[in-house]
């Protein structure tokens, strides 16, 4: 298959092969897609595809189970919406997280249409490296993953480094070209993420003095920017998609979708519309059979389990000790091996598990006894 390479991070022009035929990645310019681009974006799901979509934790859109035959009608159309970049390199390093609660008023669009165009030239980064455009009334993706953060501080604007507490106030002129600068020097430095080497002792060359006004991440429901629904494991099927697109939409990294301006959506069984939903506790990836890495299946076990699991605990599936869907600790984690799971109690997938070997029919009243004493 021309084009498809194996890796973390797939792209468009470099879709990536998974267990259910390949991946193509896409991100919309400014995290927002117009409801004819969401619509057409469906029926390419549909005819290139599985019409399976995720919505990943970088608020980009995947085309699961796609056909290696229709790549080149799918790139066809993905470039007539101006959503492909021109080459691999380019779309790499559009890797620009925007928050989703920006208002016209504000810098936000102009800066990540500035940023864009400073990336085309930018240097060869690796392929989780991102960047963050958090400049609505406040700085809301500090969860998020992002290396190079431009935020709201009070009036004004910083530039800060993924890892320190502080940025150096920017100007909107000068922010995106501070940016690439520092990107600039990390690309120097050599590989991994920015928090990695600072963490190590190396600091940017920023005169960070500033804190980020932080605010709360959007919750599934009415918000001032519109209707907000999430996706339950960060999925939907092409008519779920459709059923969105009756505004523009901005994609979340918290695998929701906020309808523009839209003050309510009729329900759907395939969205989440309320943040006290249980499915809202779970986390889990593809799992088998869509991932060749899996020797288990996650989500429909997940679904069983999220009911279980109280408010404030997070339960997280993963189908390999990879983790995917949520990298990080969770109150306890389920990684797959050799067609069991082992458990982790307050780590992260790969971390040292409390049990080993567990089937899935056991898991229920071994969860129970496990999460009794935060209920
Ligand atoms: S964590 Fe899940 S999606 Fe990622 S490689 Fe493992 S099985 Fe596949």
């Known amino acids: 298959m021309s084009g498809a390479v194996k890796g973390w991070c797939p792209g468009a022009l470099r879709p990536m092969e998974s267990g259910d035929g390949l991946v193509v990645r896409v991100r919309p310019h400014g995290g927002r ?122 009036d004004g604007l910083i530039l ?41 002792g190396t ?23 519109g209707a907000c629904r999430a996706l339950p494991f960060g999925q939907m099927e092409v008519a779920v998609l459709r059923h969105l697109a009756v505004a523009p939409l901005r994609l979340t990294p918290w695998r929701s979708v906020v309808v523009e301006g839209c003050a309510d959506l009729p329900p759907h069984p395939g969205l989440i519309d309320r943040a006290d939903d249980p499915l809202l506790r779970v986390v889990a990836c593809t799992g088998a059979p869509g991932c060749a890495s899996a020797s288990v299946e996650t989500r429909a076990l997940a679904r069983r389990l999220a009911l279980l699991v109280p408010e404030g605990a997070v339960l997280h599936l993963s189908g390999c000790a990879k983790g995917c869907a949520h990298p990080k600790p969770a109150t306890l984690t389920l990684t797959g091996r050799e067609g069991a799971f082992d458990l982790i109690v307050e780590g992260r997938p790969d971390a040292p598990p409390r049990l080993r070997g567990l089937a899935p029919e056991t898991i229920p009243e071994i969860l129970g006894d496990h999460l009794a004493p935060r209920l």
């Open 160 to 200: 800060r480094a993924d890892g320190m507490v502080l940025g150096e106030p920017v100007t909107e002129a000068e922010a995106p070209a501070r940016a690439l600068a520092l990107a600039r020097w990390f690309a120097a430095g050599g590989g991994g993420r920015m928090a990695q080497r600072i963490a190590a």
């Open 33 to 154: 897609l117009t409801a004819a681009q969401a619509l057409r974006l469906a029926d390419l799901a549909e005819t290139a595809g599985s019409g399976m979509i995720d919505l990943g934790s970088r608020a980009h859109l995947q085309l699961r189970g796609v056909r290696a035959a229709a790549l080149p009608e799918l790139h066809a159309a993905l470039a007539d919406m101006e959503l492909l970049d021109p080459d691999p390199a380019q779309e790499a390093r559009r890797n620009i997280l925007t928050t989703p609660v920006w208002r016209e008023e504000d810098a936000t669009p102009r800066l990540v249409a500035a940023l864009e165009a400073a990336l085309a030239d930018g240097p060869v980064l690796p392929p989780k490296f991102g960047f963050a455009v958090d400049t609505g009334a406040a700085a809301v993706l500090g969860g998020a993953s992002a290396d190079i953060r431009i935020e709201r501080a009070g």
């Open 203 to 225: 600091l940017p060359p920023l005169e960070a003095t500033t804190p980020p006004l932080t605010g709360a991440p959007l919750c599934p429901g009415p918000t001032p920017f």
